[in-house]
C-alpha cells in the first residue's frame, strides 16, 4: 500500500526538523550529565522525551491520520500555533530546570500541557473519521492516550499534587512504551511493508497483537504504580511476547513472496535494527524488575532511548521528510519536466555510515555502564554526537530544496498554444 498525502501537511516537516535541533541537545546534556551532575535530570529528559521522543510522533500523526483515511488536515491554522507552544513548553522547562526556578518550571509544564492537549483536540475532534479507523491509526489513538496521560501526571507532578505513584520512572516509562513503543509498531505496521513493496502478512494477528500489546503496557502502568516488582516482570514479560508476535508479523512481511527490490530501504533497515534493541530492552527490563538489579537501570534506559526510538526515528524521518519536500517541490512538476526520485534528495551512503555510527556509539557507551568506565562513555557519546551531526546535516540538505514558483518552459509553451492556462 503506497501511503500518499491527500494534501501537504507542512507542519510534519516543521516538527521532524526541530526534533533534529532536540536530538542534539539530548546528546549534549547527556554527555555533561556524565561528566558532572545536572542541576535537574530534567534538563537532559525534557529536550529528549518531551521533543526528540515526542516530536517526529506528532509530525507523523498530523500526516498520517488525514492520508490514511483519505482527507485533509483540518483545523490545519491551529497546528502552528500548537507547534509554537510545544516548543515554547520545552524551553521554557529546560531553563527552569537549569536555574531551579520552580514557578518557571510550573509556566513551562502549563505550557507544553496546553500544547499536548490541543495537539490531542486537533486529531481526535477534528481528523478522526471513527468509520476509517485503520489497524495504524489503532495504534495511534492507543499511544495519543497514553500521552495524554502521562503529559497530565507530568503536569500535576509540576504542582507537586500528582499521585505518590507517579514516579518519575512510572512516567518516563508511560512516555517510552505507551507512547513511543505503540507509535512505533503502528508505523512500521504500514510503513514496512510498503518501502519493500509488500503487503503485512498477517493483518488478523497484528489485530490481536495490538490488543496484546495494550495489556503487556497497561499491566506494566498498574505494576509499577503498585511498585510490585514480579508484577512488573509478569506484565514485562507479557509486552515482550506481544513484542514477539510483532516481531514475526514484520518479518514473515518481509520475506514472504518473491522481492521486487534488490535491496533493503534505508528506513526499513532503521527499522529492523531498532527492533532488535526493542527485544534486548524488554529483556533487560525484565531482568532489572525480577532480579532488582538496579545498576544495570542506565544500560535499559540507553537501549530504549536511543537504540529503539532514536533508530526509529531517524529511520522513518529518512522516508517522511524527503516525501514531504518531494512532494511539496517536485511532484507538480511532474510531466513536464525531469524530477529527483525521492531517494536522490538524500545521500544514502551517508545514512548508512550513520547507522553504524549510531550503534557503534551506543555499544561503546553501554559497555562503559558495565565496566563503569568513563572512556568508553566518552567515546561512545562523541560518536553519537558526530552521527547526529551528520544526519541533522542531510535532513538540513533534504528541506533546503526550495519550490520553483515559475512554471516550467514545457508548461508555458502548452499554455501559450491554447491561449490560456492549462
Do not use: C
Not at 28 to 37: E, V
Not at 108 to 120: H, K, P, R, Y
Not at 291 to 319: A, D, E, K, Q
Amino acid at each position: 500500500m503506497q501511503i500518499v498525502p491527500t494534501s501537504l501537511v507542512r507542519i510534519t516537516r516543521y516538527y521532524m526538523i526541530a526534533a533534529v535541533f532536540y536530538l542534539l541537545i539530548t546528546l549534549a546534556t547527556g554527555i555533561i550529565r556524565a561528566l558532572t551532575p545536572l542541576p535537574s535530570p530534567l534538563v537532559h529528559w525534557a529536550p529528549s522525551v518531551l521533543a526528540w521522543v515526542s516530536f517526529p510522533i506528532m509530525g507523523a500523526y498530523y500526516q498520517f491520520f488525514p492520508t490514511l483515511q483519505g482527507r485533509d488536515l483540518r483545523w490545519e491554522r491551529l497546528t502552528l500555533p500548537q507547534f509554537v507552544l510545544a516548543n515554547v513548553g520545552v524551553l521554557g522547562l529546560i531553563g527552569a530546570a537549569l536555574l531551579g526556578n520552580q514557578p518557571a518550571l510550573v509556566a513551562g509544564s502549563t505550557i507544553f500541557t496546553a500544547a499536548a492537549l490541543l495537539f490531542a483536540a486537533i486529531i481526535v475532534f477534528a481528523n478522526l473519521d471513527t468509520t476509517k479507523v485503520t489497524l495504524t491509526l489503532r495504534f495511534y489513538l492507543a499511544s495519543l492516550a497514553y500521552f495524554v496521560i502521562a503529559v497530565i501526571l507530568f503536569f500535576l507532578k509540576s504542582l507537586g499534587i500528582s499521585p505518590i505513584w507517579a514516579s518519575t520512572a512510572f512516567l518516563l516509562h508511560l512516555f517510552a512504551t505507551g507512547w513511543a513503543i505503540l507509535a512505533i509498531m503502528g508505523a512500521e505496521y504500514a510503513m514496512v511493508p510498503m518501502l519493500q513493496l509488500k503487503e503485512l502478512r498477517y493483518p488478523r494477528l497484528a489485530d490481536a497483537q495490538f490488543y496484546l500489546a495494550n495489556l503487556g503496557i497497561g499491566g506494566l502502568a498498574i505494576a509499577m504504580a503498585i511498585g510490585n516488582g514480579p508484577l512488573i516482570a509478569a506484565a514485562g514479560s507479557l509486552t515482550l511476547i506481544a513484542i514477539l508476535v510483532f516481531v514475526y508479523n514484520i518479518i514473515a512481511s518481509l520475506t514472504y513472496g518473491p522481492s521486487r527490490m534488490a535491496h533493503l530501504d534505508i528506513s526499513v533497515k532503521y527499522f529492523l535494527v531498532g527492533i532488535v534493541y526493542l527485544l534486548v530492552t524488554a529483556l533487560v527490563g525484565i531482568l532489572v524488575a525480577a532480579f532488582r538489579w538496579w545498576s544495570v537501570v542506565p544500560i535499559h534506559l540507553h537501549l530504549g532511548l536511543i537504540g529503539v526510538v532514536t533508530l526509529t526515528i531517524v529511520g522513518g524521518t529518512y522516508h517522511i521528510v524527503p516525501f514531504v519536500v518531494w512532494w511539496e517541490v517536485y511532484a507538480p512538476k511532474l510531466g513536464y519536466e525531469d524530477v529527483p526520485m525521492v531517494k536522490q534528495l538524500y545521500n544514502e551512503r551517508s545514512a548508512n555510515w550513520q547507522l553504524y555510527g549510531f550503534n557503534a556509539g551506543l555499544i561503546l557507551m553501554i559497555g562503559g555502564f558495565a565496566l563503569s568506565a568513563n572512556y568508553l562513555l566518552a567515546a561512545g557519546g562523541t560518536i553519537l554526537v558526530l552521527a547526529a551531526l551528520a544526519y541533522a546535516r542531510e535532513m538540513i540538505n533534504v528541506v533546503g530544496h526550495r519550490k520553483n514558483l515559475a512554471k516550467p518552459a514545457t508548461q508555458k509553451a502548452a499554455e501559450k498554444a491554447v491561449g490560456g492556462k492549462v
